[in-house]
């Protein structure tokens, strides 16, 4: 029951803004081909990367925007010193991480794309066994028990401008205050440390242009 008039809290929170705050403009630009994939890479260590023949050499907070492949059922990544191809299916979001242990894996982001809300992923590039992203204005978990190099989302209400907390079970390891939220926009939530000394970013969900 907590959780559940946690989540109806943070629903109450967003219509709140919504009814007072105008249209925000979008963010996923319309692609021809509606079973076009996209695929970003996420790495806390290293500013370069490249995505099929896309090349990155400044990525905002880890983060690079979304590449659309389309027509291909594989693609070719490059994260600093860490190569590989992985398949990918049509009409899909993925996010290539690479966590504190140098290890990486594909993460499929479940993005809405809802003219109405704002999605919300989170990143536990950390040692940590698993992070929790939390909303301390709704007293509830937005996003529940990110294994290291795994990834989740949520889509919220928007407009809103939230503070967030990434919890350890009860301890609080980072927080990203005054986080934006957009409609049809979304932004990504990056947990990167290990040993104990913890950073989250947060950088938008972008399309490379």
């Known amino acids: 029951m907590k959780r559940i008039q ?5 629903v109450a929170l967003a219509a709140a803004a919504t009814a007072t705050l105008a249209q925000d403009g979008g963010l996923y630009e319309d692609v021809a081909n509606p079973e076009a ?7 806390a260590g290293t500013p370069v990367a490249v995505i099929q023949s896309a090349s990155f050499d400044s990525v905002d907070g880890g983060v690079t925007p979304y590449v659309v492949i389309d027509g291909e059922t594989e693609v070719k990544i490059t994260s600093g010193e860490t190569s590989t191809t ?3 299916e049509p009409a899909t979001f993925y996010s290539f991480v690479v966590g ?4 990486s894996a594909l993460v ?3 993005i809405s794309n809802n ?4 999605d919300v992923t989170f990143y536990n590039l950390s040692d940590i066994a698993s992070a929790d992203l939390y909303v301390p204005q709704a007293k ?3 996003i529940e028990g990110i294994a290291a190099n795994g990834g989740g989302a949520v889509a919220l209400k928007a407009p809103l401008t939230l503070d967030f907390e990434v919890r350890d079970g ?7 205050p005054a986080v934006a939220l957009k409609r049809r926009e979304g932004v990504a939530i990056v947990l990167s440390g290990t040993g104990g000394s913890y950073t989250a970013t947060v950088a938008p969900n972008a399309l490379a242009k």
């Open 140 to 142: 509830t978990v937005a």
């Open 100 to 103: 504190a242990d140098g290890t």
């Open 115 to 118: 003219p109405a809300q704002a």
């Open 108 to 110: 499929v982001d479940k």
């Open 37 to 43: 994939s996209f695929v970003r890479v996420i790495d």
């Open 170 to 176: 009860e301890t609080v390891v980072a927080t990203v």
């Open 6 to 10: 946690g989540a109806l809290s943070l």
């Open 86 to 88: 992985e398949t990918i």
